[in-house]
């Protein structure tokens, strides 16, 4: 029964936000810093689905590299979240990715992979850096891990309360290793995601149960 409902959950929802956000994630700078811009969008109390959108707008928009956030002025980046119907916090999180972006570019060239090798590949250790970021918080940083884990195996199993409130949900282990141990290691990041899914959508996770 776990083995089929892990299937029917994949099925359902087993796509990470970096995708639908359009990010193919690899371990180069630019996917990794548009996964810190949308983990930074998704910290705030607003729907995941804009926030995902609102990441997608900044990179058609031509903000999907840090030096490009930079040189963006803070109205352009405004006007981009406004696009994608990131209203309420658009100005404040305008100011704070244009810091964000300095601050990637001082301390680590402009590329987060610098980030995890000062840390040695340590988890606590990243996400306590992350969260030096201006509005990447213990939640923006466990956004980063969740999905990042796809191409930092370094941080699996990134499985946090949202992604364990997901498992609990559809009657799934809420042992973070035995939850991982349900799929191979390469496909956590997507298991995290899908259970946020279902942790978000009581609807969904009563398909996935009554499947």
Known sequence: MTRRTVDELLDRAGRTYAADAGIRMADTPAPLYRLLVMSVLLSAPISADIAVAATAELVR?????????RAASWQQRVDALGRARYRRYDESTATALGEGAELL??????DLRR???????????????????????????EIFCREAQVVWPQLRPAL????????????????????????????VGVLAAALVRVSLDGGLAQEVRAA
């Open 61 to 69: 928009s031509g903000m999907g590299t840090p030096a490009r956030m």
């Open 105 to 110: 570019h001082d301390r680590y060239g402009d």
């Open 115 to 141: 980030l995890r090798d000062r840390t040695d590949g340590d988890p606590a250790r990243i996400r306590e850096l992350l969260t030096e970021f201006p509005r990447v918080g213990p939640t923006g940083a």
């Open 160 to 187: 946090d309360r949202k992604a364990l409130d997901g498992a609990r949900a559809i009657g799934l282990p809420t042992d973070v290793d035995e939850l991982a141990g349900l799929v191979r290691a390469d496909r």
